[in-house]
C-alpha cells in the first residue's frame, strides 16, 4: 500500500494505514495485558470472524450479491489466509494458556509451544510456495509462469518458489532451543536431531 500513494486519494489511503497499524497496536495491547483482553482478543472475536466467514462464503455459493460481492470473497477466499490466521489465532491462545498457567498450559510437554506454532506456521507458507511452484509450472513449464489465485491476484510461480519451499523446510529442522524443555543442558537442538 505504501508504494501505491499517488493522486487525491494519498492522504486518506495513508490516514488508513495509520489507523489500521495503531488499532492492531492497541489490539495487541489489550490483548497481552489482561486476562479479559486476551479472551476477547483472542478467543471471542475469532469465533465471531468465523461465524461471519461461514455466513458470508455459504451466501456466495447460494448466489447472493451482498456476499457475492463481499471483498472478504473476492480478496482472502483462498486457504492460505484462513490458514494463517487460525494458526496464528491458536498460537496465541497457546500462548495464552502458558502465560496463565491454564488447562494444557500449565503441563510441562506444552512448553515447546512456541517452537511448534512457528513450525505450522513455516509449513503453511511452504504449502503456498508448492502451490504455487506447481501452478507456475503448469503456465509456463519449468521456467515458470502467470496464474490467476482464487483471490483475484496474478501470481508469478515457478523453480524458486520450490527452492523458498526447501528453505522453510531446512529452517524447521534447524530451529534452535525447541528441545531446550526435553534436554534443559544443551544450549542447541534440532529437534533432536543434534
Not at 53 to 76: C, P
Request: hydrophobic fraction near 55%.
Amino acid at each position: 500500500m505504501l508504494f501505491q500513494l499517488y493522486g487525491d486519494q494519498a492522504m486518506m489511503q495513508l490516514l488508513g494505514f495509520v489507523l489500521v497499524f495503531v488499532g492492531l497496536i492497541l489490539m495487541n495491547e489489550i490483548g497481552r495485558r489482561t486476562k479479559i483482553g486476551g479472551v476477547g482478543v483472542f478467543v471471542v472475536l475469532p469465533l465471531l470472524l468465523t461465524i461471519y466467514f461461514i455466513a458470508v462464503n455459504l451466501g456466495a455459493k447460494a448466489g447472493a450479491d451482498w456476499a457475492v460481492n463481499n471483498q472478504t470473497v473476492l480478496y482472502m477466499n483462498g486457504w492460505f489466509h484462513y490458514a494463517k490466521l487460525y494458526a496464528a489465532d491458536i498460537g496465541c491462545v497457546g500462548f495464552i494458556m502458558i502465560k496463565y498457567g491454564w488447562g494444557i498450559g500449565k503441563k510441562e510437554w506444552f512448553k515447546p509451544w512456541p517452537f511448534v506454532i512457528v513450525a505450522i506456521n513455516i509449513l503453511i507458507a511452504v504449502g503456498s510456495d508448492i502451490e504455487s511452484a506447481v501452478n507456475g509450472f503448469a503456465a509456463g513449464g519449468m521456467a515458470g509462469g502467470w496464474w490467476f489465485s482464487s483471490e483475484n491476484v496474478w501470481l508469478y510461480g515457478g523453480w524458486w518458489n520450490v527452492v523458498n519451499a526447501l528453505a522453510g523446510v531446512i529452517n524447521i529442522l534447524c530451529m534452535t532451543g525447541c528441545g531446550a524443555f526435553i534436554h534443559p543442558r544443551r544450549k542447541m537442538i534440532c529437534f533432536g536431531l543434534i
